[in-house]
């Protein structure tokens, strides 16, 4: 995603007439601005929520999809810019974003890298200076969580007869998580 969004801004800098000269159309490089700013906030989503990396992809290159789409259909009926080389970028965009969309939408979720971000973040909030345990975008309160992980980063869960934490490792098949 982060190279179709590039993608999008060197276009809307060629439509500004920063690049090359005689190519400027100001309702393209909104639109390819946009597009761009889309691309990124989806990409930056992704690193935030790595369990929804497929909805933001889907979502963010879809985004893209329709707008190039638009732009394309605005080329014919004399709205848009009529240049060979703005064609040319946009049935070359959109087989990018195609092809982008497909392998998003079939690709299998990795819960295995996942996880590890979950445990990653749930690591730096109880690491954090101000000792509160809360991200923006944690989906609950992480606090108490100093007692929940081992030194390596796994979380702990409480053994019923004696109510101590012990380990919960990968190689554990059946161990119960802190929910």
């Known amino acids: 995603m982060a190279g179709e969004a590039v993608k999008f801004i060197v276009a809307a800098s060629i439509h500004r007439g920063f690049l090359f000269p005689g190519y400027q159309h100001q309702a393209a490089s909104i639109g390819e601005s946009v597009i761009a700013s889309v691309l990124f906030i989806a990409l930056l989503l992704t690193w935030i929520r790595p ?16 707008g190039t789409l638009v732009g394309l259909f605005t080329i014919p009926i004399g709205v848009g810019p009529r240049t060979v080389p703005d064609v040319t970028y946009h049935v070359l965009i959109l087989a990018v974003l195609a092809w982008g969309l497909i392998v998003t939408y079939r690709a299998v979720p990795n819960k295995r890298a996942a996880s590890y971000a979950r445990r990653l973040i749930r ?17 609950r ?39």
Not at 51 to 66: E, M
Not at 144 to 173: K, M, N, Q, W
Request: with cysteine; aromatic share 10%; hydrophobic share 35%.
């Open 51 to 66: 369990a929804n990396t497929r909805v933001f992809g889907l979502v963010g290159q879809g985004f893209a999809f329709l």
């Open 123 to 139: 690591r730096c909030t109880c690491a954090n200076s101000a000792g509160t345990g809360a991200l923006p975008w944690a989906d």
């Open 141 to 179: 309160d992480v606090q108490p969580c100093r007692d929940r992980f081992d030194a390596t980063g796994y979380p702990l869960r409480l053994v019923a007869s004696d109510a101590r934490p012990e380990p919960i490792h990968p190689s554990s098949g059946n161990a119960t998580r802190w929910r």
